[in-house]
Structure formats: C-alpha cells, structure tokens
C-alpha cells in the first residue's frame, strides 16, 4: 500500500522517466564511432559519395555556363543586359526552393 501512494505522489513526467529507465536498461549501448571505425565505407556509400559529388558539379556547371552564354545571348537575340537578370535568377530560385524540396 505504501508503494501505491509514492507512484500516486509521483508526477507523471516521473513515471514516465522511470518506466523508460527500465527499458533502457535492458538494452545495450552502441558506440556509433566505434562502429563506424570498425566498419568503414561500404560500396554503396562510396557510390552515393561519387554521385553527389557529380550533382553538386553539374549544378554549378549550370550557373557558370549561363554566366559565359550571357553575351552570346545578347548578341544573337539582341536583348539588353538588363532583361537576362531573370535568367540569372531563376536559376538560383530553382536551386533555393529544389534543395528545399528535393533535398
């Protein structure tokens, strides 16, 4: 009876707490960086390295190349400096709202 009153006076964040401390100590503990050490890089991580490395390039390729085309554009479609500012936006707006997206 005596033990039913203390869990009445505890608070439930209390009880909560102790409940999960006897989960927890069922469970074993992970060293992440000990594993990581022991494991290294898999193939396929290796492989998303490559390929993101490979976006990132062409994604900034995209913004150089357009950079370069600016006076060829402006030449050939005999449009003022002015009018390409959209252009040269609406490249950085896809990278802002598609990383957000798109990750």
């Known amino acids: 009876m005596a033990n039913d009153a203390t869990l009445a006076t ?4 209390d009880r909560l707490q102790a409940a999960t401390d006897t989960i927890m100590a069922d469970q074993q503990v992970v060293q992440v960086s000990r594993l990581l050490d022991e494991r290294g890089l898999s193939f396929f991580q290796i492989k998303l390295l490559v390929w993101s490395m490979f976006i990132v390039f062409i994604d900034g390729y ?11 554009l402006i030449k050939s479609f005999g449009v003022a400096p002015k009018a390409l500012g959209p252009v040269f936006s609406a490249s950085l707006a896809g990278i802002l709202f598609g990383s957000g997206l798109f990750g």
Not at 10 to 13: I, K, N, S
Not at 62 to 72: E, L, Q, T, V
């Open 10 to 13: 505890l608070t439930r964040r």
């Open 62 to 72: 995209d913004i150089g190349a357009i950079a370069f085309a600016a006076p060829s």
